[in-house]
């Protein structure tokens, strides 16, 4: 089922009380970590496959050690834990999708969310990585969804706590092209993420997706690729009431 990109994505309350809605069934949620210091990762990755395959380990190896280091520095984003607890009391599965490399995800889920179930867990190991949609349609075809992710959240910039220069902007453009809704945790450094055109949802807090998947999700207006102006004049449709 193709995203019509003149009206905004929509899931079905997850509130087994509400009212009946038309919308689509919220079939998982995948959340990326952030735990490097390192700006522009793509970039770096990128160099590193460049590489000789006999200077790539050692190459690897230096981001692992920035990685190491980073785990000590590590706090839950605000509402994490109440966003997991609601996850697990309505059956929503969970999994990640980051360019990290495992060992300080799984630092982070041992220490921070010990006993919560993710899975698939997709890491740097995966390739090709975000903004390529590939690990996120590996997820959902995991999970036996063969909507690719037109039936899934994806979360940026969810997990992890850690003042750097981001790539939610990945984030978002991986889930748009995987066909899933956006979210968009907003700081002070991806604020104008906000606007783009991959971006469905923004909250300041991951408990704030509690109160809207119970009464269920509505996105601002998605608009692919389409003209800005049609884009325009889509929000002040919705804004009216006329969408």
């Given amino acids: 089922m193709a995203t019509n990109p003149r009206h905004p994505r929509r899931f079905a309350p997850l509130d087994p009380n509400a009212e009946y809605s038309d919308a689509p069934v919220l079939r998982g949620i995948i959340f990326d970590v952030d735990a490097l210091h390192i700006p522009r990762t793509t970039d770096i990755l990128d160099h590193i496959y460049s590489l000789p395959s006999s200077d790539q380990p050692a190459a690897m190896e230096s981001i692992r050690e920035v ?15 109440d966003l997991m607890d609601y996850l697990e009391m309505r059956g929503v ?17 041992e220490k921070f969310l010990k006993g919560k179930v993710f899975g698939p867990i997709i890491t740097r190991e995966f390739r090709p990585p975000k903004p390529d949609p590939a690990g996120i349609l590996h997820i959902a075809e995991s999970w036996n969804l063969y909507d690719r992710g037109e039936s899934l959240i994806m979360v940026s910039r969810a997990i992890i706590a850690l003042p750097k220069v981001g790539d939610s902007v990945d984030d978002m453009t991986a889930g748009h092209r995987a066909g899933a809704a956006t979210v968009l945790l907003v700081n002070g450094v991806n604020a104008h993420l906000t606007t783009h055109q991959h971006t469905n949802l923004c909250i300041s807090s991951l408990d704030e997706l509690i109160a809207i998947l119970e009464r269920g999700f509505t996105g601002q207006i ?22």
């Fill in 67 to 81: 990685e190491r280091a980073a785990m000590v520095k590590q706090t839950p984003q605000r509402g994490l834990a």
């Fill in 222 to 243: 998605d608009q692919g690729d389409e003209h800005p102006d049609t884009k325009a004049q889509a929000q002040a449709a919705l804004a009216n009431g006329s969408l």
């Fill in 93 to 109: 599965r969970k999994g990640i999708c980051t360019r990290n490399f495992d060992t300080p995800v799984n630092h982070f889920l």
